[in-house]
T-cell receptor, first 114, second 111 residues
Framework: NAGVTQTPKFQVLKTGQSMTLQCAQD?????MYWYRQDPGMGLRLIYY???????DKGEVPNGYNVSRLNKREFSLRLESAAPSQTSVYFC?????????????FGEGSRLTVL | DQQVKQNSPSLSVQEGRISILNCDYT??????FLWYKKYPAEGPTFLIS?????DKNEDGRFTVFLNKSAKHLSLHIVPSQPGDSAVYFC??????????FGKGITLSVRP
């Protein structure tokens, strides 16, 4: 049982390049999330999907787009990468978007934008 | 405007002693409080939680205390073990059901 799987684990981009971070969960969870973690900043919500077919902006959505491809998969796209997007990105899922808030996280994807 | 504050960036304790990690919040609308633990190169994992109707929740060596009037949350680890060395995040949720995380505290437990 893999839980939440993110790919790639590491990526180096040049400014202006685009890329997509992939996330899949096998726990039949309804809600999925993308967070970024920066030194001294904790975890900040980029986008989330409360259920299949819906997506909403979080705290720091600028420069990103998301797609909830199906119940299992939630991708994060950087259309034109900027050095400010250098960060560690975490995908997470939960049974639902309401209630206890317990999230299950992937191992993270470390992105460097030069 | 920081809604969730973990003012001490790090804490070092001796193995066997108590670790106390603190978290303060400003928004009284938060009604569910969680602690996550994170090892290097791994994603955060859920540790323990408490709802606003309680003031204490215990799970083995881990106890979370909630003081709503002071808007203060704390995690006690007794006894502390070297394997507890990690970054600990408090996370709060309210009516919008989205988690707001603190910046994290790095705990080091010395053998």
């Amino acid at each position: 049982n893999a839980g939440v799987t993110q790919t790639p684990k590491f990526q180096v981009l040049k400014t202006g390049q685009s890329m997509t971070l992939q996330c899949a969960q096998d726990m039949n969870h309804n809600s999925m999330y993308w967070y970024r973690q920066d030194p001294g900043m904790g975890l900040r919500l980029i986008y989330y999907s409360a259920s299949e077919g819906t997506t909403d902006k979080g705290e720091v959505p600028n420069g990103y787009n998301v797609s909830r491809l199906n119940k299992r998969e939630f991708s994060l796209r950087l259309e034109s990468a900027a050095p400010s997007q250098t960060s560690v990105y975490f995908c997470a899922s939960s049974v639902s978007g309401k209630g206890t808030g317990e999230l299950f996280f992937g191992e993270g994807s470390r992105l460097t934008v030069l | 405007d920081q809604q969730v504050k973990q003012n001490s960036p790090s804490l070092s304790v001796q193995e066997g002693r108590i670790s106390i990690l603190n978290c303060d919040y400003t928004n009284s609308m938060f009604d569910y409080f969680l602690w996550y633990k994170k090892y290097p190169a791994e994603g955060p994992t859920f540790l323990i939680s408490i709802s606003s109707i309680k003031d204490k929740n215990e799970d083995g060596r881990f106890t979370v205390f909630l003081n709503k009037s002071a808007k203060h949350l704390s995690l006690h680890i007794v006894p502390s073990q070297p394997g507890d060395s990690a970054v600990y995040f408090c996370a709060l949720t309210g009516a919008n059901s989205k988690l707001t995380f603190g910046k994290g505290i790095t705990l080091s437990v010395r053998p």
